[in-house]
């Protein structure tokens, strides 16, 4: 009789616990049918695993002092005296219509607007971008910015942190944020207390810690890469400080990535960003350099840096980036080393291609992450089927967030093409309008098709059952990805 009492009690409390999150999981605000649905069915075959899992990371949490932060510094950023910025001559966008649109869109879901006179040279690989990035910070008077995901102690590592060093012992302000599971390591290494001592400021981003796990969503990462030099000279894209031979997964380099360059208005935006970023974890805010007037490139490129993360809703890039599908015309090239779209985001890759677009989508042939490899292959028929071109880098790991549109639209950044980056993690884009520098984005794009093979559709398509098995069960989790 104990032993049918205890069992059922059991039974009642999985039943109980079952229902509470159930609750939960649908009456939570932010989050897609799809995710909603994929928890559902997540509890239901692996009921206590899953339901674990999920209240460890299934909402956007990321503790109560960070958000109370993240309104502080938002109520503070109106009351900055910021330039009058128009009438600076060369500072109005001449985006066309067409294309317009989408910086509308994007002007309405962010708190930045589009800016022309940007001067943009695109650094295709990370030799092409430490070489002027360690050559701007020994040109710095005032102040050098930078975050990054990922810092390792490897020979790009120490060279910036040379140049840093350096420059700090000159008198300039460096600031240096890393987040913290990404940098782990190097947060722990002789090369971060090396800096600290010559004077350089390095701050973890996003502390994880296991006290920390019931008060906020450890997994939500600052992804961002960015690079502010004397509010002159900005970097943005998916390079981290890290060789190509990326040591920690070194079985899958070199990994392939791209950065851009950029002087103009929209390093006063890349500026606010990193502002923000440090603020939330040190408090401390340089107002001053906001309030300084931007320079101007006469007949620059028209640009908005985009900041998405998951205090923004969790929609804003995916808006973005559908509104650039709709607006194609003649061609899309897409490069992303995650690519696990939801279905709103498949749809317009499928109806551009549909209407006549010749649309492209190069990935990683052997990807670091078995589970996001199978789950991107869980969407190739639909896509093939529709007349969409698939290509597998086989050269490395094809790190590189890009997208052209028309040879005229460009999209470059930190954010790949999954939930995780769309939805959950601190994020940094450039949305530009220029045909000669998305003539450059696109020539490099095209460049790594030279070491790709195209996916064959017929072939594809008559794949064994088990692998279809394997890609289907993978896709499955997709909203979770």
């Avoid at 296991?210 to 992804?223: E, G, P, Q």
């Amino acid at each position: 009789m104990t032993h049918l009492i205890v069992v059922l009690s059991l039974i009642a409390l999985d039943v109980i616990i079952f229902v509470l999150l159930l609750i939960h999981i649908l009456i939570r605000r932010n989050g897609t049918s799809e995710t909603r649905l994929a928890w559902v069915v997540f509890l239901i075959l692996v009921p206590y695993v899953s339901a674990l899992i999920y209240l460890l990371v299934g909402g956007t949490h990321f503790g109560w002092r960070r958000q109370k932060r993240h309104q502080d510094i938002h109520k503070m950023m109106p009351t900055v005296e910021r330039p009058d910025l128009a009438d600076l001559p060369g500072m109005e966008p001449t985006t066309p219509p067409p294309y317009r649109r989408v910086f509308t869109l994007a002007e309405n879901l962010s708190a930045s607007d589009v800016v022309g006179g940007n001067q943009l040279e695109l650094k295709a690989d990370a030799e092409h971008f430490l070489k002027p990035l360690c050559a701007d910070i020994a040109a710095a008077t005032r102040h050098v910015h930078l975050l990054t995901y990922i810092y390792l102690t490897d020979k790009t590592g120490q060279t910036v942190a040379d140049a840093l060093i350096a420059a700090a012992k000159r008198g300039v302000t460096c600031r240096l944020l890393v987040d913290s599971l990404g940098s782990r390591d190097f947060l722990r290494s002789d090369l971060c207390r090396k800096l600290r001592d010559g004077g350089v400021q390095v701050v973890e981003a996003l502390p994880a810690r296991l006290v920390r796990i019931l008060l906020s969503r450890i997994d939500l990462r600052n992804h961002r890469k960015i690079v502010v030099i004397d509010n002159r000279v900005g970097y943005v894209g998916s390079q981290n400080i890290a060789d190509p031979s990326f040591a920690p997964k070194a079985k899958y380099a070199p990994w392939i990535d791209c950065m851009v360059r950029m002087e103009g208005p929209a390093v006063h935006d890349l500026q606010l960003l990193f502002l923000e970023d440090w603020y939330m974890d040190t408090e401390e805010l340089e107002e001053g350099l906001l309030e300084e007037v931007p320079h101007v490139k006469p007949d620059g490129a028209d640009v908005q840096i985009i900041g998405s993360g998951p205090e923004s809703g969790g929609d804003m890039l995916t808006l973005v980036l559908q509104t650039c599908f709709h607006m194609a015309s003649e061609e899309l090239i897409l490069t992303t080393p995650y690519f696990v779209p939801d279905v709103a985001t498949e749809t317009a890759l499928i109806a551009a291609a549909r209407r006549g677009v010749e649309t492209s989508i190069i990935v990683p042939k052997n990807n670091d992450s078995r589970l996001v490899a199978l789950a991107s292959r869980s969407h190739y028929q639909s896509l093939l089927e529709a007349g969409v071109r698939i290509f597998q880098f086989h050269a490395g790991l094809l790190h590189a967030k890009t997208l052209t549109v028309d040879r005229q639209l460009f999209l470059l950044g930190s954010a790949n093409l999954d939930r995780r980056s769309l939805e959950l993690n601190f994020e940094v884009n450039m949305l530009g309008w220029n045909p000669d520098f998305a003539g450059q984005l696109r020539m490099l794009q095209k460049s790594y098709l030279n070491d790709s093979t195209e996916v064959d559709g017929i072939k594809w398509l008559d794949a064994p059952w088990t692998h279809r098995l394997a890609r289907n069960a993978a896709g499955m989790l997709s909203p979770l990805l």
